[in-house]
């Protein structure tokens, strides 16, 4: 695994107001999001910046995704709903990986990072432009 950039001010303040676990959490995946762009030249440089609060990531060849929690309080990797990335996702990885509509995966802070399935999905939003 890459060693991430180092966390812009204000997405580190974001990630600050989570406890402990999920920040742990929110932190691993961010790790992960780098890690498969490292190894996606195609999908070109991410950008780490805040919408709506939480930290995003885009590539000039994808579609965003955001880290945060959902209104349970579950970690989460939220997609553009009215992007295909969430429906795919489902139709590939249903039996690895718990979802919340067409919004979002939704993880647990008490079970490992389903990351094969989770790579996949984050490599499909980063490249997503150039699969359509």
């Known amino acids: 695994m890459v060693n991430p950039p180092p966390i812009p001010a204000q997405v580190q303040e974001a990630l600050d107001r989570f406890d402990a676990p999920r920040k742990s959490l929110l932190e691993q995946l961010r790790a992960l999001i780098f890690d498969v762009a490292a190894g996606a030249p195609e999908a070109g440089p991410v950008t780490e910046t805040l919408k709506w609060g939480q930290p995003s990531y885009a590539s000039a060849r994808g579609t965003p995704l955001r880290l945060g929690l959902t209104a349970d309080g579950n970690p989460a990797v939220f997609a553009h709903c009215q992007s295909r990335v969430i429906p795919e996702a489902r139709s590939l990885f249903a039996e690895d990986l718990q979802f919340e509509g067409n919004r979002a995966i939704v993880l647990r802070v008490d ?18 432009r150039l699969n359509r």
Do not use: F, G, S
Request: proline fraction near 11%; glycine fraction near 0%; hydrophobic fraction near 50%.
């Open 111 to 128: 079970a490992p990072i389903p990351e094969d399935a989770l790579r996949q999905v984050i490599h499909a939003a980063l490249t997503y």
